[in-house]
């Protein structure tokens, strides 16, 4: 089935410390985007890719850091420059950045301890 | 600029009763307008969404919703609640002269279903 794969669902953390989440598709999308979600608030994005080898900052990008080497691949590191890195973040795929259709991961929680 | 504003962060109706959740939105330029349901700890999917065309729009699951453009609203409804409708609901907003990079969500309403 075609999808995209988040992974791992839970991740713990110590603080100081960087760790990178992983997402993966195999939709053939062009476009690749990551969100963070926190209770009570929508999506905000982070970080954008609309093709490979190339990346656009989003909203919230300070403390975050992406890489698009392969199509299908679009890891994000949560660095320690991140303060509150605590969330439920989401990453999503379009055919290209105009597609008015976004599909997303089952996600992944990050918990700093 | 755009944004989207949610009425009401949580919302409880009966089973079988007509669900109503509102979305009002503000944009420059005209919108694409979008309705995701999240389940818990789950990703989000695609309800349905406005693209400029008929401006009563139908989904999946029985949802449908209308452009209101003199209202600036984009209410989602479902005549007759069921126990799986349960679940947090977003709408979302994006100029259509940019892509989803412009993707606008609001602050999510939770729906409950009273057995």
Redesign the interface.
């Known amino acids: 089935d075609g999808g ?1 794969t ?1 992974s791992p ?1 839970y991740l713990f953390r110590k603080e100081g410390q960087n760790v990178t989440l992983s997402c993966e598709q195999n939709l053939n999308h062009d ?1 690749m ?1 990551w969100y963070r979600q926190d209770p ?6 982070i970080y ?1 890719s609309q093709i490979v080898n190339d990346f ?1 900052k ?1 909203d919230i990008a300070e403390g975050y850091s992406v890489s698009r080497e392969k199509k299908e691949s679009f890891p994000l590191t949560v660095t320690s420059a991140q303060k509150n890195p605590t969330a ?1 973040y ?1 990453c ?1 795929s ?1 055919i ?12 992944t ?1 990050l918990t700093v301890v | 600029a755009q944004s989207v504003t949610q009425l009401g962060s949580h919302v409880s109706v009966s089973e079988g009763a007509l669900v109503l959740l509102r979305c009002n939105y503000s944009s420059s330029v005209p919108p694409y307008l979008f309705w995701y349901v999240q389940y818990p700890n789950q990703g989000l999917q695609l309800l349905l969404k406005y693209t400029s065309a008929a401006t009563l729009v139908k989904g999946i699951n029985g949802f449908e919703a209308e452009f209101k453009k003199s209202e600036t609203s984009f209410h989602l409804t479902k005549p007759s609640a069921h126990m799986s409708d349960a679940a947090e609901y977003f709408c979302a907003v994006s100029p259509t002269n940019f892509g989803n990079e412009k993707l606008t969500f609001g602050t999510g309403t939770r729906l409950t279903i009273i057995p």
Do not use: D, M
């Open positions: 995209i988040q669902k476009a985007y009570g608030q929508g999506l905000r994005l954008y656009q989003g439920f989401l999503a379009s290209g950045v105009s597609s008015t259709e976004a599909f997303f991961g089952q996600g929680r």
